[in-house]
């Protein structure tokens, strides 16, 4: 099976040959691949060299913790690609943003107004969370939806904040 | 000595005075919240009373209640560790009251270093230099420190009167944008503090921060235990503290050092408190702030004195002389402490909670970690995002950083983000290993970015990882649904399926 695997930018095309071998690009490399007493914890041996890593899926992608550094990895198939392709990717670029609560916390205060233009880096809110006050910014240019939340308001995690077209 | 020692707090601390108390034979008292039921402190203590919900104004905040489980549980001494009730003179008194002992200094040593702005006049009085800002004592309002803030000049700190940990401070850069970061400031010293009290103080650029532990008996013996550096910082919280400072020679060190101890005299301190000093490049010391507490960062000072600090405030609280004089504190070799927090530091170090689903701590030659978290404990979003304390001790500065390196590869956290990658990121930082910081150092010159050569290198790795385990859910869940040659129906197939993997 071949897949398209994604870490911020990069693309790496990965094909899972056979149990003990994958090919990455025009590279066939030998793999030796364990779960650690049914965790997800994973033991890779790969051309000889060894690599121990946490990997668990995350609500989107795949959360790999390697060395230490955490990775958000997405991973596709060569057929969730192709439909994703026919369905018109990039749509979310200029769709609708959900701006969404990264943990719970209290909103302290609503920085801009319905229907304001927004720019990229533009600080939308601030959430009071683990008794810091956290600034949520605007991911891209654009127009401000509708906002859900006021000063005060408490929220749980990924409730919906304010809306950016 | 004491019998039984009640601790007003949580987390780490909580845990390590109870690791203290059990080596001295005294039984603890654990308190807690309802978020904390599961929470170490309360497995390790002798015994354990809940407060009340969550949210620390209505559990770790309440005095009243602390006080009535002291008092039920036949305490006869209450530890407050660090935060929370630590620095409140009235806890302090009314404990003095109850004739409960107070595990640290008088009522009138916190009042006096409580209030910064009481502190600068008192340590000013005792010849003590300290940074230019707001003499004026009291609760001043904004109008007259909008008034007073052009005379200091720009770039100015507003400061909780009552603050620390970087909570109620914002850095100002003119009059004009003043109104506004006073309104934040005091919003938020309100809310982590209970008192919205600001004032002001002239920003020291290219400033380190350095502080002095000091101890004290009441027996009228001062000492201190040798300096911290503690300048790696964001947005005025610390994140690693080292000892030595690799910035201070021997002359510097023993003259901050007195000044420190005039300063802890001149309010007639009694037990465990630290001078925060700041140093200019140019090595000139200012005074900062005493916390009149134990501090996050005390382990590197334990590390290179070999003296239990916990242990000996514990003994200074029951009237006992210090077990040391100055000439017997010998510093040996240098220690590193990083503060694990449940912090994004690829998303701007935004908080992160959840469950911890599984910890491997580093162990080996030189390490200590001080936590009050293991797999299956909540990471909640009421108190302070800092996991763990991981410190480190080698021969010299160059072989503790080597060993932190090695630390933080071992340690592994799941279930919540850490800032874990930062200091690895720091530890390979060639500013950090000169020694050539400050405390505007990871805001304004340090990059996350500068990892990106060893995630590359490592990204490959996890693109596979990750490919792999997919590949195999995939596969099993294909078994699941495709009609294959099995002898019995899917239903059944994935019900042993289920428990197999359970």
Known sequence: MKYVTTIDDREFEIEVVDERHIRIGDRLLQVDFESVSGQPVFSLLLDGKSYESFVYQGDEDWQVLLRGRQYQVNVEDEREKRLKAAAGGGVAEGGEFHLKAPMPGLVVSVLVEEGQEIQKGQVMLILESMKMQNELKAPRDGTMGRIRVKAGESVEQKQTLLSLQ | ?502
């Open chain 2, 1 to 502: 000595m004491f019998k039984k020692v009640l601790i007003a707090n949580r987390g780490e601390i909580a845990v390590r005075i109870i690791r203290a108390c059990r080596e001295l034979g005294i039984d603890t008292v654990a308190v807690f919240s309802e978020a904390d039921r599961n929470a170490l402190h309360v497995r390790y203590a002798d015994e354990a009373y809940l407060l009340g919900p969550a949210p620390s104004r209505e559990s770790y905040l309440r005095a009243d209640k602390i006080l009535d489980i002291a008092k039920q549980s036949g305490t006869d001494a209450i530890h407050p560790g660090y935060g929370f009730l630590a620095e409140r003179e009235d806890f302090a008194a009314t404990c003095a009251e109850l004739k409960i002992n107070f595990i640290g200094p008088k009522p009138s040593s916190i009042a006096a270093m409580g209030d910064k702005g009481k502190a600068r006049a008192t340590v000013i009085k005792a010849g003590v230099p300290v940074v230019p800002g707001t003499e004026a004592v009291g609760n001043m309002t904004d109008e007259d420190l909008l008034k007073t803030a052009p005379t200091i000049g720009f770039p100015l700190l507003i400061k909780a009167t009552a603050g620390g940990g970087g909570k109620g401070m914002r850095e100002v850069k003119s009059l004009e944008e003043m109104p506004t970061l006073l309104q934040s400031a005091r919003r938020e010293a309100e809310s982590s503090f209970g008192d919205g009290n600001v004032y002001l103080e002239k920003l020291v650029e290219g400033a380190r921060h350095i502080e002095f532990q000091i101890m004290a008996d009441s027996h009228g013996n001062v000492i201190h235990l040798g300096e911290r550096e503690c300048s790696i910082q964001r947005r005025h919280q610390k994140l690693l503290e080292e000892a030595p400072s690799p910035f201070l020679d021997d002359e510097l060190r023993e003259k901050m050092g007195s000044v420190a101890v005039k300063a802890a005299q001149a309010v007639d301190y009694v037990n465990a408190g630290t001078i925060e000093f700041l140093v200019d490049k140019d090595r000139n010391f200012y005074f900062l702030e005493m916390n009149t507490r134990l501090q996050v960062e005390h382990p590197v000072t334990e590390m290179v004195t070999g003296v239990d600090i916990v242990a000996e405030q514990i003994r200074v609280a029951r009237g006992r002389q210090l077990s040391y004089t100055q000439e017997q504190i010998q510093t040996n070799g240098h220690a590193i402490e990083c503060r694990v927090n449940a912090e994004d530091p690829f998303n701007g170090f935004m908080p992160s909670t959840g469950r911890i689903t599984h910890s491997l701590l580093p162990t080996g030659p030189g390490v200590r970690v001080d936590t009050g978290v293991y797999p299956g404990f909540e990471i909640t979003p009421y108190y302070d995002p800092m996991i763990a304390k991981l410190i480190v001790w080698g021969e010299t500065r160059a072989q503790a950083i080597l060993r932190m390196r090695r630390a933080l590869e071992e340690y592994r956290i799941v279930g919540v983000r850490t800032n874990i990658p930062f200091h690895q990121t720091l530890m390979d930082s060639h500013r950090f290993m000169g020694g050539q910081f400050d405390t505007r150092f990871v805001e304004e010159r340090f990059s996350m970015e500068g990892s990106s050569e060893i995630k590359n290198s490592s990204a490959e790795i996890a693109a596979i990882l990750a490919t792999l385990v997919a590949h195999k859910q995939t596969e099993r869940s294909a078994q699941i649904v495709r009609r294959n040659e099995r002898d019995t129906s899917n239903w059944k197939w994935v019900g042993r399926w289920e428990r197999m993997h359970r």
